[in-house]
């Protein structure tokens, strides 16, 4: 066997190995058991810059051995793929850059360019390349590549189209026309100040004055939030909704200057010729943004962003992010939805109507008044007081389902065992305000609980 078969039998080893690895960590939840998470990345990892580093050291032979560019590319893109997957786990500003030096050198050495149009599956992983550079994109603002990511995927989706009539891009005809909607409505906030913190329109964060304490005796720490919602037609882009990505955007520091800099071109000799990266080089430097981090900034809290979870797994994933909060910490709730309100709250006017409505409704009101006698009552004072923890709720699915797709505030009340702050973006949102005596009476310990309402 000659050392060019040796070399490619390696880099074919190595490949499988890593995509197992890989496997398994794309497929575990971005909330709870961190430090397993974190040793399964940090495997992972190793795989992919132990791969990496063998095809750059063994370039041209891998390439006499009939290795593609664009299989270069889909390396290359994985490791895109698992810095933002921790990113999403971690909400650590490196790993999204990181993610986004490599899909931008991806996209300047035009790897899958160099694909032959008949290769079907190589235009599958293009199409998946742009879509994941998209998102990275609008996380981070990069407004200019938006606008040139979106047109190369639409002429992209248009191509594929045209050459594959066999095929059916209709799934991809939407992902196009939900990120064109998505930048069309998020137009209005493209030319004004970050939502994020930003050092150069706000002062910083050790000269702002303290909030008053809401205990005596703790200083809670902002570290864990938890982002989802729902609405039929909302504006989306894959599973990140425009809702869930404005607090997303507030819920981080934005980067110093030197987060935006871009490092000059180094010559690759005395000559001063400028490197070029269109050609066969692979060289991306994995500790580009080493520097890049401001160690000045506190870290981003940790953000679980759910698209559209039935309230089961919503209270679940509460439930692990609660199990798992540090001592002194509190947590964020953020919802995003419609709902429904009680008896009580139904206009007096949907009352009236012919003798047919009026019985159905008495009807109704005899069944409301027998499933409000179980409902909880708290003593206040010395004087009964009937819950309404139950009577509102928001709709985090399709209706029609029975209960499956509530949530009522009465199913936050567990949690309200730790520092909580909710967030709830509805037309119902009086239901989950503050000084209801279901959330403070008998419990000492919920003193530090507060809800929130507001609009974002």
């Not at 009539?165 to 906030?189: G, P």
Request: charged share 25%; proline share 4%.
């Amino acid at each position: 066997m000659s050392q060019d078969e040796v070399v490619s039998q390696t880099f074919r080893a190595l490949i499988e190995s890593a995509d197992r690895k890989f496997a398994r960590v794309r497929d575990l939840p971005l909330y709870g058991h961190r430090s397993q998470n974190q040793h399964y990345f940090q495997k992972v990892f190793k795989a992919y810059m132990r791969l990496w580093k063998y095809q750059q050291e063994n370039r041209a032979k891998l390439v006499a051995s009939g290795l593609n560019r664009w299989e270069i590319g889909e390396i290359a893109s994985r490791i895109g793929q698992l810095y933002f997957n921790q990113y999403m786990r971690t909400s650590e500003a490196r790993f999204i850059v990181e993610a986004y030096v490599f899909y931008e050198a991806i996209l300047s050495r035009k790897y899958f360019e160099g694909a032959k149009v008949k290769q079907l599956g190589v235009r599958f992983k293009e199409l998946r390349f742009y879509a994941r550079f998209l998102l990275v994109s609008l996380i981070l603002n990069r407004t200019e590549m938006v606008k040139f990511l979106v047109d190369r995927f639409r002429d992209l989706v248009d191509d594929c189209n045209a050459n594959f009539r066999e095929t059916n891009f209709k799934e991809w005809k939407i992902v196009v026309q939900e990120i064109v909607r998505f930048t069309k409505v998020d137009t209005a906030f493209a030319y004004i100040r970050p939502l994020r913190y930003c050092a150069m329109f706000d002062s910083h964060a050790a000269s702002l004055p303290y909030v008053a304490r809401f205990h005596a005796k703790k200083v809670l720490k902002f570290t864990d939030a938890i982002l989802t919602g729902y609405h039929r037609n909302e504006v989306k882009f894959a599973e990140l909704t425009l809702d869930t990505y404005r607090m997303l955007q507030c819920l981080e520091w934005e980067p110093t200057g030197s987060f935006y800099q871009k490092r000059p071109v180094l010559p690759n000799d005395h000559s001063g010729a400028s490197i070029d990266h269109s050609g066969t080089s692979g060289v991306i430097d994995i500790n580009f943004v080493a520097d890049m981090t401001d160690p000045s900034l506190p870290p981003n809290p940790r953000k679980a962003v759910l698209y559209r979870p039935s309230a089961t797994h919503l209270l679940a994933v509460i439930a692990t992010v609660c199990e798992e909060l540090p001592p002194e910490s509190i947590m964020l709730l953020y919802l995003s939805a419609s709902g429904k309100a009680g008896h009580s709250n139904v206009p007096q006017g949907e009352h009236s109507g012919g003798s047919r409505k009026s019985s159905s409704n008495k009807i109704v009101s005899r069944i409301s008044q027998k499933q409000n006698s179980s409902i909880p009552e708290y003593h206040v004072n010395g004087k009964k007081e009937s819950s309404d923890c139950y009577e509102n709720y928001l709709w985090l699915g399709p209706r029609g389902n029975g209960d499956l797709n509530n949530l009522y505030p009465g199913d936050i009340l567990p949690f309200t065992r730790r520092p909580l702050f909710l967030i709830v973006d509805s037309d119902i949102s009086h239901a989950f305000k503050a000084g209801h005596t279901r959330c403070r009476k008998g419990r000492n310990c919920c003193s530090v609980a507060f809800t929130f309402e507001a609009s974002i």
